[in-house]
């Protein structure tokens, strides 16, 4: 028999599409949300929605669903409303600025709070929506925010893991959207699963080596759900927003509207400029990146892509 536990308040921070799948994810467990949004919306049974982010701390758990871009700013001022004593989590698939940085380093660097966690892996907005069953992983090294956050949203249909490799599961979750962007155009032009098997299994060794120079401590969370799990699920066929945009690029639709089409938001559009700008500043070799950076910039085309994976590495694999 499952454990009952008394309903919590989980404060939301972020009315997207993502965020409002969380609220309802959280209200089906029974328990209470105060979802804090620039733009209006209506209040339901047991979520309260607010433009006024102060009543988010009323919650013991914090859920930050935001662009990565936005984070700097929204953690500013949420940080005059929080203390110690709230527990953090983020969703996000992005990282921060020209030097990559975590977005539980904006978290802790602009806000009191230091148990601080992150929601990553194949777990997708339709699934939170539609209450089928789908898995993901808390990485954290604190166990109580592990707790919450399977309190609040762990059921039958939801299996939350737990790593305690924060910066590890992170990482993987900002690199395998980019990854699943590729993915998503590879398919668009239907490239071969063989060709397809050699994009994931390259890029999966190339985002560990970014994952390296940005301090992961244990590249070995890549081979978890977070990482080749997450991948599994995007090869498996899983339409998530990085998939969409990768098939409409394949299209050759530009990229600006291919972004207007897309139902969110996509980290990765603007993230895989960035880490290939890093890998490139490093000397870090990434072809892979590199190829999918020109492909938003439309300066590739499928047969140079191929020939940005298919080429013999620089260190081995």
């Not at 662009?67 to 001022?77: F, G, M, Y």
């Amino acid at each position: 028999m499952s454990e009952v536990h008394s309903p919590i308040t989980v404060g939301i921070v972020g009315g997207g599409g993502f965020g409002t799948a969380l609220a309802h994810a959280v209200k089906r467990k029974g328990h209470r949300v105060v979802q804090w949004s620039r733009r209006e919306g209506e209040s339901a049974d047991r979520i309260r929605r607010t433009s006024d982010i102060s009543e988010v701390a009323t919650g013991s758990l914090i859920v930050l669903a935001v662009r990565s871009s936005h984070a700097p700013e929204i953690c500013s001022t949420l940080g005059r409303h929080l203390d110690g004593r709230h527990l953090v989590i983020h969703v996000s698939r992005g990282l921060v600025g020209k030097e990559l940085t975590r977005l539980s380093e904006i978290i802790q660097s602009r806000t009191p709070c230091r148990r601080i966690g992150v929601l990553a892996g194949p777990i997708v907005q339709s699934a939170l929506r539609d209450h089928t069953p789908a898995g993901g992983v808390i990485g954290t090294p604190f166990p109580e925010v592990v707790d919450a956050a399977q309190i609040a949203l762990a059921g039958p249909q939801l299996r939350l893991c737990a790593s305690t490799d924060l910066v590890g599961v992170e990482l993987c979750s900002a690199l395998m959207g980019m990854l699943a962007l590729c993915v998503g155009y590879a398919m668009g032009q239907q490239a071969t699963p063989a060709a397809i098997a050699l994009l994931v299994t390259r890029g999966l060794e190339e985002a560990k080596r970014i994952a390296e120079s940005l301090g992961a401590p244990n590249v070995g969370t890549f081979s978890g759900l977070a990482g080749l799990g997450d991948l599994a699920a995007v090869v498996a066929g899983d339409p998530r927003p990085e998939v969409v945009l990768g098939r409409h690029l394949a299209g050759g639709i530009h990229l600006e509207e291919a972004l207007a089409r897309s139902e969110n938001y996509v980290e990765s559009a603007r993230l895989t400029r960035e880490i290939a700008a890093y890998a490139r500043d490093r000397h870090l070799d990434a072809p892979i990146s590199q190829a999918i950076s020109n492909i938003l910039d439309g300066k590739h085309d499928l047969s140079d892509t191929i020939h940005a994976w298919m080429a013999p590495p620089r260190r081995k694999e």
